[in-house]
């Protein structure tokens, strides 16, 4: 008995040394300039928001509202398009049933073996061409073609009966209704998922806008970040305080979603 | 128009839009990979876009730069693979067996993987700042030498494998435990009976039951690896003396920086070569293991 209860308090130690960056990164970002590099007290002396002041003052070398705004608009772009197109497939593949479906979905799966990094060259070659570099679509197009929502989609609507949707389309109920009104609904959890996944993996990607995008204004946080601390990395009280904002959206999508993303994580492992 | 047509044509219509993205952004960059990379093509020069056959094979073959590369994308996986299955397999274990609180436990060692990697970048230079960093000051009061974490060629690579480890172990320790949670308690049951418990029941039951599960961790990590790069970027640029730059980066360097789009092109095919042999290399694991 005795030993499980050290095992309890052991396992709570191991998790709070995960967590200890994270706490000591806020904390520290509260703190003043001068008391940054003196980490002989976690906790701040005196309590400021100057860091976050400091930041949120818009400048022209580090615009980081401005990197907001990106990052939520290529994250939530990605996000809606993802949704929408992988499900839309899905259905055409699944339900349509469209000849030549099953073979473009073995593609698809196919295409996800490819290692990422071939990928890296050429399509900067096919974005330059398209003059799309430096604009929020380097971003959103290549990602929206991913083929990971279509695999999950299309995996989660053969596993469901297809019995609604017939009795729908009997019902006089065309194709396109059937599609929003029935199977959408039924996709619901499926759909979670994905959209949580997917944003998380945009709101994230740091090679992504690294390598398509060229000025400043366009970046999304994470490069921004990295330059904002590579040019005044001797403020690590400002550096700590983007750091700590650029993560407190996905904080809040773990809080709430933790379930669905634990369980996503999880299940990888098992299924083949 | 028959009804099987409209049907087809109907169809269709459902796959275009994602088709149209997956063509131009999947398909169409594995034809353009192959191109590049029998060309010479340098976005600085236009018109030294020329067909020049493998010999982008051949100079990658013999580039010294490229070798040290892989020499360096190597031991990052060398050590990386191995003490993160380790550190990942001691959480999964320490969280089944606790009677209470492994919720919590398993969503406190997860939420490091929520981070994007440029702000784990950021944290961990500055824990590893050779004058005012944590570790040193924590180093400094124990009335130890300070130790340069990041600026030692010997030094900086384990200290990229721990940032990774604190990164990714608890994402790894997840899919552990499922696996771990899918044994059915009876196998427990049958080899305590038998006495084995402990450290014997851990390698006599658990871990040949969890094989599959180890193999599928092992080899995606072993492909992650081999693609290593942001996490050197952002800590140490790949320095000191190239200690850390992996091929990913001398990829990303000669294409953005260089603009030789060619070149990078075979090495990119080069190192996909390599990683494919890993994606077989499970894929036959795992059918040896299914018969």
Redesign the interface.
């Known amino acids: 008995m005795k030993a ?1 209860w050290i ?2 308090a ?3 130690a ?3 040394l ?2 200890a ?2 706490v ?2 806020v904390l520290t970002s509260f703190k003043p300039e001068a008391e940054v ?3 002989e007290s976690a906790i701040p002396r005196h309590w400021t928001l100057q860091n976050y002041l400091d930041v949120l003052n818009w400048s022209e070398e580090a615009p980081f509202v401005r990197w907001l705004m990106n990052s939520v608009l290529v994250s939530s772009s990605v996000t809606f398009l993802v949704l ?3 499900s ?2 899905a ?3 699944t339900r ?6 099953g073979a ?1 979905f073995y ?2 799966v196919a ?1 996800m ?14 974005l ?1 061409s398209m003059r799309l570099l430096d604009t929020p679509a380097a971003l959103i ?2 990602a ?4 990971f929502g ?1 695999f999950l989609l299309t995996q989660f609507m053969r596993s469901l009966p297809k019995a609604i949707e017939e009795a729908a389309l009997i019902d006089g109920c065309s ?1 396109l209704g059937v ?1 929003y009104h029935v199977s959408l609904p039924l996709c619901a959890p499926a759909m979670a998922t994905l959209g949580v996944l997917t944003f ?1 993996g945009s ?5 992504g806008p ?2 398509y995008l060229d000025s400043i204004q366009n970046y999304t ?3 921004g ?2 330059l904002y ?1 590579a040019s005044y ?1 001797t403020e ?1 009280g400002r ?2 305080a983007t ?1 700590a904002m ?2 407190a959206p ?2 809040l999508i ?1 809080a709430i979603f ?1 379930k669905q ?2 369980e996503s ?6 299924k ?1 | 128009m028959s009804s099987r047509k409209t049907r087809a044509l109907l169809g269709w219509a459902y796959l275009l839009p994602y088709a149209t993205l997956f063509v131009l952004f999947v398909l169409v960059p594995i034809v353009v990979a192959a191109y590049l990379a029998v060309m010479q093509f340098d976005l600085t020069s236009p018109r030294s876009a020329g067909f020049v056959g493998f010999r982008n094979f051949v100079d990658a073959w013999k580039d010294e730069y490229l070798q040290r590369a892989f020499v360096v994308t190597a031991k990052f996986a060398a050590m990386m693979v191995p003490s993160l299955v380790v550190t990942a397999f001691a959480l999964a274990l320490g969280l089944n067996a606790m009677p209470r609180g492994r919720n919590t436990v398993r969503a406190l060692v997860f939420l490091p993987t929520m981070f994007t990697v440029a702000v784990t970048g950021i944290l961990w230079q500055w824990f590893y700042n050779l004058e005012f960093g944590l570790f040193n000051f924590i180093l400094r009061n124990l009335g130890l030498a300070p130790v340069p974490w990041l600026s030692d060629k010997n030094i900086a690579m384990p200290s990229i494998v721990l940032m990774s480890l604190w990164w990714t172990s608890g994402g790894t320790a997840v899919i552990l435990l499922a696996g771990l949670q899918n044994i059915p308690r009876m196998f427990h049951e049958a080899a305590a009976l038998d006495g084995a418990d402990g450290w014997r029941g851990f390698w006599s039951v658990t871990f040949p039951l969890l094989r599959p599960v180890v193999l599928f961790v092992v080899v995606t990590n072993l492909i992650g690896a081999f693609q290593f790069f942001p996490q050197a970027q952002l800590l140490t640029g790949g320095g000191p003396e190239l200690a850390t730059r992996g091929v990913v980066q001398y990829i990303y360097e000669t294409a953005f920086n260089g603009y030789r789009l060619g070149y990078a092109a075979a090495m990119s095919w080069m190192l996909a070569a390599v990683v494919a042999v890993f994606g077989f290399l499970q894929f036959w694991l795992m059918r040896k293991e299914a018969s």
Do not use: E, H
């Open positions: 499980r095992l309890v052991t396992m709570f191991v998790g709070l995960f967590v960056p994270m000591l990164m590099l003196n980490p929408v197109l992988s839309l497939a259905f055409g593949i349509v049933r469209v000849p030549g479906g473009f593609v698809v295409s073996m490819v290692p990422g990094l071939l990928f890296l060259v050429p399509v900067y070659f096919i330059n197009l290549p929206a073609g991913g083929g279509v194709w599609y998380i709101w994230n990607d740091f090679v690294l390598v946080l994470p490069v970040i990295a601390q990395y690590y550096t700590l750091s650029a993560t996905l904080l773990f933790q993303i634990v994580m999880s299940s990888t492992g098992l083949d």
